[in-house]
């Protein structure tokens, strides 16, 4: 077989194939080939974003900062803004029962902890440590419900 004989053959097949692919499609598709769909927002540019607030989605930033523990006491404040004055004033009531019952353990450590003269020196103290710590942080938490009752 010459040259020029093997190339035509070679572009005949490609235009077998051709015929044959389109003509598959075309009977796979609703509708012709010449019909165009459009499956985008009506309006919508390409590459041009909206901001979260454009969108009407609340902001994250401030959302995301409390779920990852950067704003100290992130849960108080959330449900500060959810409760009602009754719920606010029973939340300062429970802090303040937990401060007095925690101040009672660092006045009365025997009392609360069964074993507390057998304890190692180093025990004793990670309970007070943890006992002053829980009592800052009740403060604090108190402070937060006293705030949203008077609607700061």
Wanted: charged share 35%; net charge positive; hydrophobic share 30%.
């Amino acid at each position: 077989m010459t040259k020029k004989l093997a190339e035509t053959n070679i572009l005949f097949g490609r235009q077998v194939v051709r015929e044959l692919m389109h003509s598959a499609f075309a009977e796979s598709t609703i509708g012709t080939l010449e019909e165009l769909y459009h499956y985008g927002i009506k309006g919508q540019k390409w590459g041009v974003r909206r901001t979260p607030e454009q969108l009407g989605h609340p902001n994250k930033r401030i959302e995301n900062s409390f779920n990852r523990g950067k704003i100290k006491n992130a849960s108080i404040y959330k449900k500060a803004a959810e409760y009602g004055p009754r719920q606010i004033a029973k939340s300062i009531r429970s802090f303040e029962k937990q401060i007095t019952t925690h101040q009672d353990y660092l006045k009365n450590p025997e009392k609360h902890v069964p074993d507390w003269k057998t304890l190692t020196d180093k025990r004793r103290k990670n309970y007070i440590n943890h006992w002053k710590e829980e009592i800052r942080n009740f403060k604090e938490q108190r402070v937060i419900m006293v705030k949203a009752k008077k609607g700061d």
